[in-house]
């Protein structure tokens, strides 16, 4: 019932004809291979609860809730260099933009020779157990799973890299940061492990919880409505940042209206505090949640990070 659901999903993301990823010629989301689809736990997730529901809910723009069972989908290129990303799209951790930001970074990943694992996780406010920590638990496993076939799928453990939006961005921020969380008891030997991250993208993140940019969804996804700012300190980026860190890739729009353009000037500073290697771009226009689509100047910013994609030994 699940495969059908994704599948039913794929076919409808992939009815439109092209979607503008930023590099040279728009590639449509059908010329993605079909995925291999792993369920990431081989039960019931940590702490149990959630939607009791079979299957996803598909919205008309192709975003995803009521996820009753998270999933890492891999989508492998036709001439595979050895490195892996692993994609979050964002929903402020209330739904998940499968399409725009999940397929799209997808196909556009493979157009450069890198294997994407896209992750559909849990959403904190669909009744898990976990609370908060569902998505995170999930991104853990995620990385754990990458770092464990890595040899089935014919990767390097030191390329590993992850890409995140909005929400997203937020997961991916705190994965990169994180290394030693500890957010379930493991389940097996691979829930052991502390995969290398070797590059962090960040696309229009939510990276503060802090006054006074506590007004986003994500926010209220994670913290509720009144939060301590002991609370908002703790699952803000920027709090965790060490010269341990990979290096940062940040890109967000000047005229973001949801997550303030101050989210990534944070992080920046935070990086050049502790001698992390950041890059940042600020697009004149462009909002939020904008995908792979906006220019920095005349150049698409998904070209800027091939560039850097380069620079980090992503692309051969």
Not at 150 to 165: I, K, P
Request: proline share 9%; net charge neutral.
């Amino acid at each position: 019932m699940h495969f059908y659901t994704r599948r039913r999903f794929l076919a409808a993301a992939t009815s439109a004809t092209t979607v503008p990823y930023g590099f040279a010629g728009a590639t449509p989301l059908a010329a993605l291979a079909s995925p291999i689809s792993l369920p990431l736990w081989p039960s019931t997730p940590p702490g149990g609860g959630g939607p009791h529901t079979n299957t996803p809910d598909i919205s008309r723009h192709g975003t995803l809730s009521a996820i009753a069972t998270p999933m890492l989908d891999i989508y492998r290129p036709a001439r595979p260099n050895g490195a892996a990303v692993l994609v979050a799209p964002g929903g402020g951790y209330k739904h998940i933009v499968m399409r725009k930001e999940g397929l799209a970074a997808a196909a556009w990943l493979n157009s450069l020779g890198i294997t994407a694992f896209v992750l559909t996780y849990r959403l904190p406010t669909e009744g898990w157990q976990s609370g908060a920590l569902a998505p995170f638990q999930d991104a853990q496993r995620a990385l754990r799973l990458m770092h464990s076939k890595a040899t089935t799928f014919g990767l390097a453990t030191n390329r590993l890299g992850v890409l995140g939006f909005s929400a997203g961005g937020h997961l991916m921020g705190m994965l990169a940061t994180r290394p030693d969380w500890q957010t379930y008891t493991p389940l097996e030997s691979l829930d052991t492990l502390t995969p290398h991250i070797a590059c962090s993208l960040l696309a229009y993140p939510v990276v503060t919880l802090m006054p006074p940019y506590d007004t986003t969804q994500t926010h209220r996804s994670l913290l509720g409505p009144h939060p301590t700012l002991a609370q908002a300190q703790a699952w803000s980026v920027q709090t965790y940042v060490t010269e341990a860190c990979p290096p940062f890739f940040l890109v967000q729009a000047a005229d973001d209206p949801i997550a303030n353009v101050a989210n990534t000037a944070i992080l920046q500073n935070a990086c050049l505090e502790h001698h992390v290697p950041v890059t940042r771009y600020v697009l004149e226009t462009g909002g939020h949640g904008f995908g792979l689509t906006q220019c920095f100047g005349h150049t698409p910013w998904a070209t800027l990070a091939e560039n850097w994609l380069h620079t980090q030994r992503f692309l051969l």
